[in-house]
């Protein structure tokens, strides 16, 4: 829905464009006794009302598709971590966010594998972590977070994505 809005944006800002610049090339119709002046004002504040509405609408749009409780979106119940894996969750939000996507961390990136499609196992997330990955678009370095951090956040993540009751 974001990518459709963005993209309506952009093509009523080249339509006006275009517009705005047919009308303008125009030969006046002042010589002929007719106002184009007139004529212009109304796109001018046409394509000014659009890029108002896109302006605000758009930020505001945005900010209602994410509400509510993070720890509720998640498949598996989330409600109740452990002080380790909320700690593992402030961890994946600060270095894996970037490049993942987890539903139970509000992360919806799209470089790194999509960890709630993939629900790996703790084992699978602490070799990740510590040995790195590369799949050809990319890499993620070794030893992002390491020792007890890495713990907690491949507890938080096979928590999240249902992979620790396996």
């Keep these: 829905m974001a990518v459709l809005v963005f993209l309506s944006f952009w093509i009523l800002v080249a339509l006006g464009l275009v517009m ?17 002046a007139g004529g212009r004002a109304y796109w001018f504040v046409g394509f000014a009302v659009i890029l108002l509405g896109f302006g605000a609408g758009v930020p505001i749009a945005a ?17 109740n971590l ?8 402030e961890l994946f939000h600060k270095y894996c966010s970037v490049c993942h996507t987890l539903q139970a961390a509000s992360a919806v990136a799209q470089v790194g594998p999509n960890l709630d499609m993939l629900a790996p196992a703790k084992g699978l997330i602490l070799d990740a972590l510590a040995n790195g990955r590369a799949r050809g678009n ?11 951090d890495a713990q907690d956040v491949a507890d938080f993540v096979s928590t999240a994505v249902g992979s620790a009751k396996k």
Excluded: N
Excluded at 20 to 35: C, H, K
Excluded at 82 to 89: L, S
Excluded at 138 to 148: C, L, N, R, S
């Design 138 to 148: 990319g890499a993620m370095a070794k030893d992002i977070v390491v020792g007890q």
């Design 63 to 79: 900010s209602f598709g994410r509400q509510g409780d993070s720890r509720q979106d998640a498949k598996a119940d989330i409600a």
């Design 82 to 89: 452990t002080p380790a894996q909320e700690h593992g969750r």
């Design 20 to 36: 705005v610049g047919i009308r303008s090339g125009r030969r006046s119709r002042s010589a002929q006794g007719g106002t184009a």
